[in-house]
């Protein structure tokens, strides 16, 4: 028979919180694991994005792609916004990537060609030429465009384009 003096069993449980005490706090998520950023720019680190500033919804911004009363005749729309079928990609990774562009402010997102300007788990975003030149518009005018996707296509799994916010030769592609 195994006898447990008072001294035993104290020493035991001093032990075992011991190692309660030692075991590491879980880790928030790394900011810079949920986005990779596009050739040239910053992390998200690098701007001071925390992970509760990339998970923040998208805001709406239909009224910044009405041409209210009526579009001047002089205007030709470049490109027509369009939701797509499968594949798809979260919405909450889409999400990351656009307040990660919207992040980057007035930097210049360029492209030339194709390019991934950002990407988060399985969802990127892409941005091309429709004019097959080299063409520039601002990171937060690049994330207002693909905001018309996040806003419009319907489901927690998403994927279409737009033109960037008031340059239709910069296309946005949100898709794995």
Known sequence: M????????????????GN????????????DK?????????????????????QKPAPAVDHLFSRSPAPEKDLAKRFTPQCWGDPKCSRGAATNC?????????????TSGYINMCYSSGCGWYGRSNTGGTVSSTCYNV??????????????YIA???????????IVEIHP
Do not use: H, M, Q
């Not at 195994?2 to 919180?17: E, K, N, P, S, Y």
């Not at 309660?20 to 900011?31: G, Y």
């Not at 998200?44 to 990339?54: I, K, N, Q, W």
């Not at 207002?144 to 927690?156: D, K, P, Q, S, Y």
């Open 2 to 17: 195994v006898a447990f003096t008072r001294t035993t069993i104290a020493l035991a449980i001093l032990g075992l919180l």
């Open 143 to 156: 994330a207002l465009g693909g905001a018309w996707v996040l806003t419009n296509c319907a489901g927690n």
């Open 20 to 31: 309660v005490a030692a075991a590491p706090a879980p880790l928030e998520a790394d900011v």
């Open 98 to 110: 656009y307040n990660y562009l919207n992040g980057l402010g007035g930097t210049a997102c360029i």
């Open 160 to 170: 279409g384009a737009n033109a960037a916010y008031n340059n239709g030769n910069l």
């Open 34 to 54: 949920l986005v990779t950023p596009g050739p040239g720019l910053p992390k998200a680190s690098e701007l001071g994005l925390t992970v509760a500033d990339l």
